[in-house]
């Protein structure tokens, strides 16, 4: 109970933080899964990203951000009151994996930034295949969500959430491997088509 009101604390917090520093808009807020599980999928700008999405809705929600974040004296501790936890970002993290994986078992909300990295796809990265795997493996949909803005003293910062993304025709591909970056190209795409 009183990890619960903790909870509600820290989310009110960042949330007046985010509304007055950056005077955040979110807008298509009835695409998010009331109940069920899905993957929050947004395009990756700041290290501001992963509490902005925490506070997008009322649901909890599990953020997957970089361990270092999490290793900051003070700021780990509120930022895992957020639901956020840490992944290895240069080797497979199979604990991070099948944490996330439990995650939407229970019927969770998750959130992955597929660009792995801030501005990814801007330096030529490719989509990292995390949301792609486990987006078929817990047989949820992906949640495309578009940061619009710069994260500037009283700048405005516009997230746009689009529709669900179905992956029902991957459930039974034998060589699903094959078809991630086809997976990957769907979703960037629609985080694309969200831009203002």
Partial sequence: ???KVVKVIVKSIVYAFYKVAFRIK??????????????????????FDPPLMYVMTKRDMNIMSKASLLKVPVLGRFLKYMGIYAVERNHKDMGAVKKS????????????????????????????????????????PVIPVR????????????V??????????????KNVKEKY???????????????I
């Avoid at 746009?160 to 591909?173: H, N, S």
């Fill in 147 to 158: 940061i619009n803005g710069k994260y500037k003293l009283l700048h405005k910062i516009t």
């Fill in 101 to 140: 994986l439990t995650f939407l078992k229970q019927g969770n909300l998750l959130c992955i930034f597929p660009e792995g990295t801030r501005n990814g796809m801007q330096k030529g990265e490719k989509l990292h295949n995390g949301v792609a795997f486990l987006a078929v493996a817990g047989k949820v």
């Fill in 160 to 173: 746009r959430i689009g529709k669900p993304i179905y992956l029902d025709e991957y459930y039974k591909e």
């Fill in 1 to 3: 109970m009183a990890n």
């Fill in 26 to 47: 979110i807008e298509g807020k009835e695409n998010l899964p009331k109940f069920e599980a899905g993957i929050i999928a947004p395009n990756h700008i700041s290290n």
């Fill in 181 to 195: 970056e086809e997976i990957n190209q769907k979703i960037w795409t629609s985080i694309e088509d969200l831009k």
